[in-house]
């Protein structure tokens, strides 16, 4: 029995150390596609948790945003009032001046264009620092995900410090130079209008996109130029020599120009005054109701329209706008800008592109 059976053996016996060496190179090939596989794994497990850990910090960063433009808002808001300061001329009318008309007059002009720079820089503010707190969000996820503990930074305090002091442009010379340039339009679209001709709410927001358009499309400077210094090398002449931290600022400063003249930019701006403007058109409109009585006027498909009001009473209720526009209690308003599907999802390109690891190569 022994003996036939290794007769068989070794009649196959090539046949056996093929097989044997099939048997062996499958064991050996499953062994080494379970190491891939669980290399794979791995891979995918640390990106997976890479990735959560990164959304995790956005979604704080965008919290962290929203949060500042409300507490600067009212910096905002007291900058406008300053300098566009109705309220002394609201004072001066009570004492029943010989020049009442004039002063009337220069109460139309101011109110307007203060609840008009409201809303542009309302919008302006909420916009750069989406910007500009993404581009110190990526870069300090790049910092704390390399483990540098603070030696060679992306963006060290000092340099975080002096970027986001550049803010102090558009509440600054920016606005003062918006103010002028809108003050102008609104000159130009309400100067002649008599303070006893009555507006529809359609007339009002008729006027409102003149004056849009005069400020876009015929100020020799784009809005850009009010939310940054148009002088890069500002920074350069102020310091005694240029410091490490002085050369990463103005790489931030010059990042941040590159995002503010991109397309995408502009059209995620445009969005926001359109809706800034919109919302400041429903505001108005809770004063250019019908009369709760008047059911021929309620039920016309364009009550709206039929309502009319002369200018002299349209121009407190303009002028108290302000309070609504730069509240930092969040109002329909603010919100409407802060929870902007378009501005999300730019503040989330600009935290995309500054939070890439060969950002570091940079």
């Not at 990106?47 to 919290?63: C, D, K, L, T, V």
């Not at 309220?87 to 002063?103: C, G, Q, R, V």
């Not at 931290?245 to 005054?273: G, Q």
Request: glycine content about 4%; some cysteine.
């Amino acid at each position: 029995m022994f003996s036939s059976t290794w007769n068989f053996i070794k009649r196959h016996k090539r046949k056996f150390l093929f097989a044997g060496a099939v048997v062996g190179g499958v064991y050996f090939l499953g062994k080494y596609a379970q190491k891939k596989l669980q290399e794979i794994q791995e891979k995918e497990a640390t990106e997976y948790i890479a990735q959560a850990r990164r959304q995790f910090h956005f979604e704080s960063n965008q919290r962290t945003c929203n949060m500042t433009v409300l507490s600067m808002l009212p910096s905002l808001r007291e900058a406008i009032v300053n300098q566009l300061n109705s309220e002394s001329l609201t004072a001066l009318l009570k004492t029943k001046p010989a020049n009442k008309l004039e002063i009337w007059e220069d109460l139309k002009i101011i109110s307007f264009t203060r609840t008009v720079v409201a809303v542009y820089s309302t919008c302006l503010l909420v916009v750069l620092l989406r910007v500009q707190l993404n581009i110190i969000g990526g870069y300090l996820y790049l910092d704390n995900s390399v483990g540098k503990n603070g030696t060679n930074a992306l963006a060290p305090p000092d340099v975080q410090q002096q970027y986001l002091s550049s803010i102090q442009h558009l509440l600054g010379d920016g606005l003062t130079e918006l103010m002028t340039v809108v003050k102008t339009a609104v000159q130009n679209s309400l100067g002649r209008v008599s303070l006893k001709q009555s507006l529809s709410l359609l007339e009002l927001e008729q006027q409102l996109s003149w004056i849009r358009a005069e400020v876009e499309a015929g100020s020799e400077r784009p809005l850009s130029w009010y939310m940054l210094a148009d002088d890069e090398n500002a920074l350069a002449e102020q310091a005694c020599g240029l410091t490490e931290n002085d050369v990463m600022t103005i790489k931030l400063l010059n990042e941040t120009r590159d995002m503010l003249d991109s397309p995408d930019f502009t059209t995620v701006l445009n969005t926001c005054l359109n809706r800034g403007f919109s919302r400041l058109l429903d505001n108005l409109a809770e004063f250019f109701r019908p009369p709760a009585g008047d059911s021929c006027l309620s039920s016309a498909p364009d009550s709206l329209s039929a309502v009319s009001l002369p200018l002299a009473k349209i121009i407190p209720i303009i002028n108290g706008q302000i309070n609504s526009i730069c509240s930092e209690t969040p109002s329909h308003y603010v919100q409407d800008l802060l929870l902007n599907d378009q501005v999300k999802e730019f503040a989330g390109i600009v935290y995309e592109t500054f939070s890439a690891p060969h950002e570091l190569q940079k």
